[in-house]
């Protein structure tokens, strides 16, 4: 058992043995959700000493994949949802970081990783955090903390969220929108929308990273208020993204071609979820602690009830494709 278990820490930490098994795992199958549940359980059982290089590439990848993906859209559609879904960003993105500073004071939590933690909610997961973290000048520690929280409820987001909306009558329209407004990361939101569904994808894609824009204006905002004159990071994929539908719609005689591009990014975000899940092992969640896992889950779950109320009610945009 011990030569066991040693053969498998020693393979768990090799940066190829992962990078091999992201690339098989996204020609085998287009379900992240399997390729994010084996990369958390070796990492859980036999570590992962290669992690910087797992989440460096991780990072990458997403944003190469969600590149990939918007060749599966049109850019008058991807135009049409984010214009028609402003409104109802800023409201929510507004609601979340007014009810995460309330719970935050509410739990005792130090207002940065407070601020942390709720940026990540109300935008876009990591992107969100990674941005926050030295516009407000946010400790080492805090930002980890952050991140290992948003990490696990996206994990979590991804098995329950398709289900979910199957037992509550979602259409596929519906479900998109809420997985974008309830989901932290982008890699979740695109994980979950993809097993729901094509449109669900379409919707859920577009309306995130019309989100993830807001890291810029929410981030410059927190660094004044914080007195620092750190500036956030552009997120350069979201360009990519809008370029590749807009190749779609200048050359639509290519479709096949864009069709493939997208299938093959669907596939990618397979094991980019593994690498993902990578990075989620045992040192990982001994650093969150019980009381900024509990403002978390509990911010989340305001979110996620709200907006699926605002959703069944109808306040949604049209975003039909």
């Given at each position: 058992m011990d030569i066991h278990n040693a053969l498998m820490e020693r393979t768990a930490g090799n940066k190829y043995f992962w990078f091999a098994?992201?690339?098989l795992l996204s020609v085998i199958t287009p379900n992240p959700a399997v390729g994010l549940a084996l990369g958390l359980a070796i990492a859980l059982t036999a570590g992962n000493p290669a992690q910087k290089d797992t989440s460096a590439a991780s990072k990458k990848?997403?944003?190469?994949?969600?590149?990939?993906?918007?060749?599966?859209?049109r850019f008058d559609a991807v135009l049409k949802v984010g214009f028609a879904s402003l409104w109802v960003t800023l409201i929510s993105i507004s609601a979340t970081l007014a009810i995460g500073s309330l719970l935050g004071k509410a739990f005792g939590i130090e207002r940065k990783l407070a601020v942390l933690l709720s940026s990540g909610t109300a935008i876009c997961g990591g992107s969100a955090?990674?941005?926050?973290?030295?516009?407000?000048?946010?400790?080492?520690?805090?930002?980890?903390?952050?991140?290992?929280?948003?990490?696990?409820?996206?994990?979590?987001?991804?098995?329950?969220?398709?289900?979910?909306?199957?037992?509550l009558g979602l259409t596929q329209e519906q479900f998109g929108f809420w997985a974008a407004l309830a989901i932290h990361d982008t890699s979740s939101v695109?994980?979950?929308?993809?097993?729901?569904?094509?449109?669900?994808?379409?919707?859920?894609?577009?309306?995130?990273?019309?989100?993830?824009?807001?890291?810029?204006?929410?981030?410059?905002?927190?660094?004044?208020?914080?007195?620092?004159?750190?500036?956030?990071?552009?997120?350069?994929?979201?360009?990519?993204?809008?370029?590749?539908?807009?190749?779609r719609s200048l050359?639509?005689?290519?479709?096949?071609?864009?069709?493939?591009?997208?299938?093959a990014g669907?596939?990618?975000?397979?094991?980019t979820l593994f690498l993902v899940g990578g990075g989620l092992g045992r040192a990982e969640l001994k650093k969150i602690g019980?009381?900024?896992?509990?403002?978390?889950?509990?911010?989340?779950?305001?979110?996620?009830?709200?907006?699926?109320?605002?959703?069944?009610?109808?306040?949604?945009?049209?975003?039909?494709?």
């Open positions: 098994a992201a690339a990848l997403l944003q190469l994949s969600v590149i990939m993906l918007g060749f599966g859209m955090i990674a941005a926050m973290a030295p516009a407000i000048s946010a400790s080492s520690v805090e930002t980890g903390v952050a991140m290992a929280v948003v990490f696990l409820l996206n994990g979590i987001a991804l098995f329950v969220f398709p289900p979910l909306g199957h037992a695109v994980g979950a929308a993809s097993i729901y569904g094509a449109a669900a994808l379409a919707i859920g894609a577009t309306v995130k990273l019309t989100r993830a824009l807001w890291i810029l204006p929410v981030s410059y905002l927190g660094a004044r208020l914080a007195g620092s004159d750190a500036k956030a990071k552009f997120q350069w994929f979201l360009l990519g993204f809008l370029l590749a539908a807009l190749v050359a639509p005689g290519f479709s096949q071609l864009w069709d493939a591009g997208a299938l669907k596939h990618m975000m397979t094991g019980a009381k900024p896992l509990v403002m978390a889950v509990a911010l989340w779950l305001a979110v996620s009830a709200l907006s699926l109320t605002a959703v069944k009610l109808g306040f949604m945009p049209s975003l039909a494709l």
